[in-house]
């Protein structure tokens, strides 16, 4: 595309005369539209962190072979109800981010919509609390898995059960991770509100 632009020459030698540059008119919405894509993008990867932190968490399971079968010692993540309430909100947070998808979609679209934006920072910000508070509740119970407490007598076990402790501790990492992306989500949705 190319533009064709005549100019008159002046009889007069005084006179300077230049042409003004008129810039190409650029596609509305390129900022917003970049950072929907983005949106998208972080929101498969918090999917992926959240659900493969409470999968994670829900299969820990180490049983320490012993003289008798009667009697064994076992750990698992149903022996704590603080790794119970971390499976089932990592689990919600999963599928919020699933059904979360379609308005993320929506705002690709539609990138001046501010409805659907403001949905998401909305759910955004309570599914980062709720993951935040079950990671953190998660990690204190792991940090005393593998340091116990002298002052309470608690034994750290994961001397004797390594496999749930790594588990465990791959869990929370994941959870964590969740966490960060959902903080950059709410910040982009942020920085796309501000500047409609």
């Known amino acids: 595309m190319s533009t064709i632009i005549d100019v008159a020459e002046s009889t007069n030698p005084n006179v300077n005369e230049k042409a003004a540059l008129i810039p190409s008119p650029q596609k509305p ?8 894509i983005m949106d998208f993008i972080l929101r498969l990867g918090a999917i992926a962190a959240s659900l493969g932190a409470s999968i994670t968490m829900a299969t820990s399971d180490q049983t320490l072979p012993f003289f008798t079968q009667f009697f064994q010692f076992e750990a698992s993540y149903d022996s704590f109800s603080t790794f119970q309430f971390f499976v089932i909100a990592m689990a ?3 599928g919020y981010l699933v059904l979360s998808l379609p308005f ?3 705002t690709f679209i539609r990138p001046h919509a501010t409805g659907p934006r403001l949905f998401l920072i909305i759910l955004d910000t309570v ?3 709720l993951a935040t508070s079950c ?3 998660a990690a204190a119970i792991v940090y005393l898995a593998h340091n116990g407490n002298q002052d309470a007598n608690w034994l750290a076990i994961c001397n004797q059960f390594g496999d749930f402790c790594a588990q465990t501790s791959g869990a929370v990492v994941s959870s964590f991770v969740a966490v960060v992306v959902l903080v950059l989500l709410v910040v982009m949705s942020s920085l796309a509100l501000g500047r409609h």
């Not at 919405?29 to 929907?36: R, S, T």
């Open 127 to 129: 599914f980062l609390t």
């Open 92 to 94: 919600f947070v999963g």
């Open 135 to 137: 990671g953190a509740s």
């Open 104 to 106: 993320s979609i929506v």
């Open 29 to 36: 919405g390129g900022l917003k539209k970049g950072i929907a």
